[in-house]
Each structure stands twice: as C-alpha cells, then as structure tokens.
Antibody, heavy 123, light 112 residues
Framework: QVQLQESGPRLVKPSETLSLTCDVSGGAITNYYWAWIRQTAGKGLEWIGRISSRGTTNYSPSLKGRLSMSVDTSKNQFSLNLTSVTAADTAVYFC?????????????????WGQGTLVSVSS | DVVLTQSPLSLPVTLGQPASISCRSNQSLIYSDGNTFLNWVHQRPGHSPRRLIYKVSYRDSGVPDRFSGTGSGTDFTLKISRVEAEDIGMYYCMQGTHGGWTFGQGTKVEIK
C-alpha cells in the first residue's frame, strides 16, 4: 500500500522560499498524478496544485506566480517550492495521490494522503 | 470559481443515531464525460484527511457501510446511518470537475 511522507524545513523566513518534498513508498510514482494541499485555521483546506510523473503541472491560480513543482522518479519523490512567502503561507502542508493516467474510475483521486507537516513563516 | 457550501457547519449527534451533511455547489459538477468528481473526506483531530467516498457515491475500501454518498448536479449528501464514537471530526466535500480542486468549509461532527 502506497505511503506518502512530507519533509522539509518547519520554519521559513518571510520573503524566502518554502521547499517541501514528498517521498512515495510502497508503490510506484510513475503513471500517477501527485498533489499538494495545505490547511490553515482561517481558510480550511486549499488545493495548491498537482504534477504528473511526467512533469506536467497544474497550479492554483492564486499561487501560480510563486509556485513550482517538480518530480524525481528515480528517487520516488516530488517537490514543492513556494517563493516570497508571508505569514499567510503558514499552514499544514499535505501531499496526496491525485489520480492515475489510465484510470477512469476515479478511485485514485486523493485516495492517499501524507501525514502533513506544519510550516511556519516567521522571522 | 466553484464554491462548495457545506451545512451544517457543526453537527452534534447522539451515538447510534443517523447524521447527514449537505454539500452544495454553485455550479454543476457533472463533467463533460458524464462523471461527477465529488469526494468526501474525514479528518480526525491531529490526523490527515482520509477519503471516504469518491465520485459521489463510491465508498472506499475499509470504509464502514454506514457511510453513504448521494446526490447529483449541484446537491450532494453524506449520510451516516448510525453514528459511532470513531466518526467524530471534520468532514469535507471536495470537487475536481472544474479545473483544480476546491473544498467545502467543513462540518464538525461531535457527540452530544
């Protein structure tokens, strides 16, 4: 059964870049889509974006200018970079599986989530 | 933008009694291929969300059959036939029919 684990700095300074990685274990990263979601007390759950194992990305319009995602299939991991962060980017960040190329049933859409990691933006 | 509105936002329930959560969209969630990409997830305090239902009514493996999802178009409902103690927490609907995914505000289920 696939498992996801987020990792990265827990504290980021304002105006700097937030970088997180999600390790995929117990299953393949190829031929799937992978997503990042964040959760704040004020705004609830917010979809950040997704990346395919081939590197195709879809980003939230509200974050698009500051966001980039990448995937490294050799390491079975995908990553998130969010630039110019402010206190508003303080949140618990989750990675999740967001679909399978060859599936039309929908059964792989957000079926698996990481445990989440709290990232605080503060000087 | 697609907005999902859940109600109620707080749901005190009695153990063994039914519970129902509504999720309404400001746009139809029927995709061009006929699918409706509406999921329900459950989040216990201190845990990550767990998907219960996908595409409106398909229950995930391991999810008790007391959970059911119904609805179409813009109106969707998650029902718990008999609430158990482990069912407490937040419930969110989420849609992926239109572009990126969006979430409802969440419904907090607690035991009376």
């Amino acid at each position: 059964q696939v498992q996801l684990q987020e990792s990265g700095p827990r504290l980021v300074k304002p105006s700097e870049t937030l970088s997180l990685t999600c390790d995929v274990s117990g299953g393949a990263i190829t031929n799937y889509y992978w997503a990042w979601i964040r959760q704040t007390a004020g705004k609830g759950l917010e979809w950040i974006g997704r990346i395919s194992s081939r590197g195709t990305t879809n980003y939230s319009p509200s974050l698009k200018g500051r966001l980039s995602m990448s995937v490294d299939t050799s390491k079975n991991q995908f990553s998130l970079n969010l630039t110019s962060v402010t206190a508003a980017d303080t949140a618990v960040y989750f990675c999740a599986r967001a679909g399978y190329y060859y599936d039309t049933s929908g059964s792989f859409l957000y079926d698996t989530w990481g445990q989440g990691t709290l990232v605080s933006v503060s000087s | 933008d697609v907005v999902l509105t859940q109600s109620p936002l707080s749901l005190p329930v009695t153990l063994g009694q039914p519970a129902s959560i509504s999720c309404r969209s400001n746009q139809s969630l029927i995709y061009s291929d006929g699918n409706t990409f509406l999921n329900w997830v459950h989040q216990r305090p201190g845990h990550s969300p767990r998907r219960l239902i996908y595409k409106v009514s398909y229950r995930d493996s391991g999810v008790p059959d007391r959970f059911s999802g119904t609805g179409s178009g813009t109106d969707f409902t998650l029902k718990i036939s008999r609430v158990e103690a482990e069912d407490i927490g937040m419930y969110y609907c989420m849609q992926g029919t239109h572009g990126g995914w969006t979430f409802g505000q969440g419904t907090k289920v607690e035991i009376k």
